[in-house]
């Protein structure tokens, strides 16, 4: 697998847990239904975790590698508020759009402190993956594609945290061996300083072999929309079912909570490792999401 490859498997395994996630707050969608084998009527609009992965995919096909500057801009001039942007983020990509620098506007949220929000996090597993095999590489890009809109460390490191997962499933695809989940989660852990996160994700560890609802229930699943109360669940369910597209997103699901986001980083780790075969993302799954910008690449799947 290429890194381009890689690249793509991810950002459509993150498009569609995401758009399939979103649906859940839609009324009159159930869990039950989606494991009975009976998901929501198609078509599955993204939102903007997938808006700015697509951004995120698109510096990465045109230049190899993230320029702060440049996504900046790109997440600035293509975000589409109906996408659920929440509201400190429209404030930050309006500034920019109106020519603020990124450095000032990002470091000035919520007082000084900088967002502590799972925004970058949810965005970048396709970056991880497009560095497959080289995970401190992929922590670098991963500090700068973050630090253009959440200044705060513990954001920034959930964001390195997921990158860094991604890659290490992308190397394993390659190597066509499924890693342990406690090696891949110690393998993140030695690219983190200490932190909520990784402290978030040494309770992974010990969580490893749990149930869904008990791993959401001590780790967070979103619901505060917190680097911390999402990350380290969401690495939970990518290595607990790292093999399997279909049940990482159900179990996202089942969690509840901000579904769409932690369904978007799941998929988009456990696709790079998945793709689109055999326990990878369902071909009526990938035909039911809405589909992507055009000027996000060749379309897979639509």
Same mark, same amino acid.
């Given at each position: 697998?290429?890194?381009?490859?890689?690249?793509?498997?991810?950002?459509? +395994?993150?498009? *569609?847990? /995401?758009?399939?996630?979103?649906?859940f707050f839609v009324p009159g969608t159930s869990y039950p239904e989606l494991v009975a084998g009976r998901p929501p009527q198609a078509p599955w609009p993204w939102t903007d975790d997938t808006e700015m992965a697509c951004s995120i995919v698109s510096e990465l096909?045109?230049? =190899?590698?993230?320029?702060?500057?440049?996504?900046?801009?790109?997440?600035?001039?293509?975000? $589409?508020?109906?996408?659920?942007?929440?509201?400190?983020?429209?404030?930050?990509?309006?500034?920019?759009?109106? =020519?603020? /620098?990124?450095?000032?506007?990002?470091?000035?949220?919520?007082?000084?402190?900088?967002?502590?929000?799972?925004?970058?996090?949810?965005?970048?597993?396709?970056?991880?993956?497009?560095?497959?095999?080289?995970?401190?590489?992929?922590?670098?890009?991963?500090?700068?594609?973050?630090? *253009?809109?959440?200044?705060?460390?513990?954001?920034?490191?959930?964001?390195?945290?997921?990158?860094?997962?991604?890659?290490?499933?992308?190397?394993?695809?390659?190597?066509?061996?499924?890693? /342990?989940?406690?090696?891949?989660?110690? #393998? *993140?852990?030695?690219?983190? *300083?200490?932190?909520?996160?990784?402290?978030?994700?040494?309770?992974?560890?010990?969580? &490893?072999?749990? +149930?869904?609802?008990?791993?959401?229930?001590? &780790?967070?699943?979103?619901?505060?929309?917190?680097?911390?109360?999402?990350?380290?669940?969401?690495?939970?369910?990518?290595?607990?079912?790292?093999?399997?597209?279909?049940?990482?997103?159900?179990?996202?699901? $089942?969690?509840?909570?901000?579904? /769409?986001?932690? #369904?978007?980083?799941?998929?988009?780790?456990?696709?790079?490792?998945?793709?689109?075969?055999?326990?990878?993302?369902?071909?009526?799954?990938?035909?039911?999401?809405?589909? &992507?910008?055009?000027?996000?690449?060749?379309?897979? +799947?639509?």
């Amino acid at each position: 697998m290429t890194p381009s490859e890689l690249c793509r498997d991810s950002l459509d +395994g993150l498009s *569609v847990g /995401d758009a399939l996630g979103a649906q859940f707050f839609v009324p009159g969608t159930s869990y039950p239904e989606l494991v009975a084998g009976r998901p929501p009527q198609a078509p599955w609009p993204w939102t903007d975790d997938t808006e700015m992965a697509c951004s995120i995919v698109s510096e990465l096909r045109s230049r =190899g590698d993230i320029d702060s500057d440049r996504l900046a801009a790109a997440f600035a001039q293509r975000y $589409e508020p109906y996408r659920g942007y929440g509201a400190g983020a429209i404030v930050i990509l309006r500034q920019i759009r109106d =020519g603020a /620098d990124w450095r000032q506007v990002a470091r000035s949220a919520f007082d000084g402190q900088g967002s502590m929000g799972n925004g970058a996090a949810m965005r970048v597993a396709p970056l991880g993956a497009f560095h497959a095999g080289d995970s401190p590489a992929a922590a670098l890009a991963a500090m700068r594609s973050a630090e *253009v809109t959440h200044a705060h460390p513990e954001a920034v490191l959930a964001a390195v945290a997921v990158a860094v997962a991604a890659a290490e499933a992308g190397h394993a695809r390659r190597l066509d061996q499924r890693p /342990d989940p406690e090696a891949l989660l110690w #393998a *993140v852990l030695e690219q983190l *300083v200490d932190s909520r996160v990784s402290a978030g994700l040494r309770s992974a560890v010990g969580l &490893l072999g749990a +149930g869904v609802a008990e791993a959401a229930y001590e &780790l967070g699943n979103g619901a505060r929309a917190l680097a911390p109360d999402t990350v380290p669940f969401t690495l939970w369910v990518a290595a607990t079912f790292l093999h399997d597209y279909p049940a990482a997103i159900r179990a996202c699901i $089942e969690a509840g909570g901000d579904v /769409d986001t932690t #369904a978007a980083i799941v998929g988009g780790i456990v696709a790079t490792f998945t793709g689109t075969g055999t326990g990878g993302i369902p071909a009526s799954w990938l035909s039911a999401r809405e589909p &992507l910008p055009a000027w996000a690449g060749p379309a897979t +799947g639509n």
